[in-house]
């Protein structure tokens, strides 16, 4: 029994230490932020008259704070949420979507007409980053948007 109480604190020690060393938890100074309820951003990938568009096309976030960005698509297209610049100036908690939860980095996310998607994540370097429709022909037609982390 001993044994089996020394393991788990051993073990308990060592999640503590991954916690600690986590990026997004160093930047913020913060141990209880995958605790903080998350802030809920609704994005719209195309709609539901097949214009080619992001509703609505500028996002705005602030560093440090964990978001649940909910993406969508009413369209009868399939569509992509693009923005790698962006994707690499966040931690990705997850991306959830039906009964799948995705969990490291993502740079992007397809969704086929009707699905919902939910990215869990919390921004770490302000900047301004661009968001695009990687489907042939989408982001020449209009379909991109503009996101801003600030401080
Ligand atoms: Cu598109």
Redesign the pocket.
């Given at each position: 029994m001993k044994t089996i109480k020394g393991i788990y604190i051993i073990v308990l020690f060592m999640l503590c230490l991954i916690v600690s060393h986590h990026p997004a938890l160093a930047a913020t100074g913060s141990g209880d932020l995958l605790k903080q309820p998350a802030v809920e951003v609704s994005v719209s990938?195309?709609n539901a008259a097949n214009e080619?568009k992001f509703e609505p096309n500028s996002l705005e976030f602030v560093a440090g704070k964990r978001y649940n960005l909910r993406l969508t698509n009413p369209s009868q297209?399939k569509?992509?949420f693009t923005a790698k610049d962006f994707a690499d100036a966040i931690w990705t908690q997850k991306v959830e979507a039906g009964k799948v939860e995705i969990k490291g980095a993502i740079h992007e996310v397809e969704l086929k007409p009707g699905a919902t998607a939910d990215w869990v994540f919390v921004p770490l370097k302000s900047g301004k980053y661009t968001l695009r429709?990687s489907?042939a022909g989408?982001t020449e037609a209009g379909?991109t948007g503009e996101i801003t982390v600030t401080n």
């Amino acid at each position: 029994m001993k044994t089996i109480k020394g393991i788990y604190i051993i073990v308990l020690f060592m999640l503590c230490l991954i916690v600690s060393h986590h990026p997004a938890l160093a930047a913020t100074g913060s141990g209880d932020l995958l605790k903080q309820p998350a802030v809920e951003v609704s994005v719209s990938l195309g709609n539901a008259a097949n214009e080619l568009k992001f509703e609505p096309n500028s996002l705005e976030f602030v560093a440090g704070k964990r978001y649940n960005l909910r993406l969508t698509n009413p369209s009868q297209m399939k569509h992509y949420f693009t923005a790698k610049d962006f994707a690499d100036a966040i931690w990705t908690q997850k991306v959830e979507a039906g009964k799948v939860e995705i969990k490291g980095a993502i740079h992007e996310v397809e969704l086929k007409p009707g699905a919902t998607a939910d990215w869990v994540f919390v921004p770490l370097k302000s900047g301004k980053y661009t968001l695009r429709c990687s489907v042939a022909g989408h982001t020449e037609a209009g379909m991109t948007g503009e996101i801003t982390v600030t401080n």
